[in-house]
């Protein structure tokens, strides 16, 4: 078989591959990456695609119900509703992003190096993780944002600190399991360096854990990150995020004008639930194929 056959029958096989993990999250799963995809884009490009200034207020139109132009009418400051839903999806997608690439990176090292080194280090390390389990992420959140002052960047380092042993302990269990496989020893007796085997071979194998690990605790981070924003210690007024602009609109709901607090929660709730279903979707995938 020539090179250039080889080549295309792997290709083949990779989008044959894709095609059957894509079948393999079903009908919800597949809507569920949609709106997941959908919801990133939107926060890539919301703010340049809103038809008007987002914190740009009319006081005469407060409450004002859809109009041409307004697709959506006004918020409780006569703001434009959807220009605001859509420059606030980037602050609340954003947030979370930051929360599962820190955790993430911080959880996935330590539960590597725990579960190669195993023995006391991986004793201690285990029991750090259990004490750590105790602290509520939101309820840690709150009190750093409460201490050190409101606004996003403490929010995140908080919950950033509160997920890691979430991740750790999870990735620890995958990684003991993979590091006890013969295939690890063989590794070993040929002389690649632990470096090597974890990097090239260990975490690979684990990956869709930790793919599947990061969507779930994505839909987890928005929710803490909106309740935080939503009580007035996560993003603060003017700038746009889903979970502040709940609380700005709480007003209209007993004055007769609950669409732009339920528009906004709506938000919330459709890209939660997308990420949770996606997520639990990749990691029966992920137990499958382990």
Not at 213 to 222: K, R, S, V
Request: net charge positive.
């Amino acid at each position: 078989m020539s090179v250039a056959a080889a080549s295309f029958s792997m290709s083949k096989s990779r989008v044959s591959a894709r095609r059957m993990r894509w079948r393999s999250l079903g009908p919800l799963g597949r809507t569920s990456a949609i709106v997941a995809v959908v919801a990133a884009f939107v926060a890539a490009v919301g703010p340049l695609i809103a038809p008007h200034d987002p914190d740009s207020p009319n006081i005469s139109k407060i409450w004002t119900s859809r109009e041409r132009g307004h697709l959506l009418g006004y918020d409780a400051n006569g703001r434009d509703l959807l220009s605001r839903l859509l420059a606030g999806a980037r602050t609340a997608m954003f947030g979370p992003l930051l929360v599962v690439a820190i955790s993430i990176s911080c959880g996935v090292l330590i539960a590597i190096v725990a579960a190669w080194r195993g023995g006391r280090l991986d004793g201690v390390v285990g029991a750090g993780l259990d004490i750590a389990f105790a602290f509520p992420g939101i309820l840690v959140a709150i009190l750093v944002a409460a201490i050190f002052g409101a606004g996003i960047s403490a929010a995140v380092i908080a919950l950033s600190f509160a997920y890691t042993p979430y991740i750790a302990r999870v990735v620890r269990g995958a990684a003991l399991q993979e590091r006890s496989k013969p295939y690890i020893a063989a590794l070993e007796v040929q002389g690649l360096s632990a470096v090597a085997i974890c990097r090239r071979h260990l975490v690979p194998n684990i990956g869709g854990l930790i793919v599947a690990q990061a969507t779930i605790l994505f839909g987890y981070a928005m929710v803490d990150l909106a309740a935080i924003s939503f009580i007035g210690l996560g993003v603060q007024p003017p700038q746009a995020d889903w979970g502040a602009m709940v609380n700005e609109n709480l007003g209209g709901i007993v004055q007769g004008h609950p669409w732009p607090a339920a528009w906004c929660g709506a938000c919330l709730i459709v890209v939660v639930v997308a990420f949770s279903v996606l997520g639990e979707r990749l990691m029966r995938d992920a137990d499958a194929t382990r």
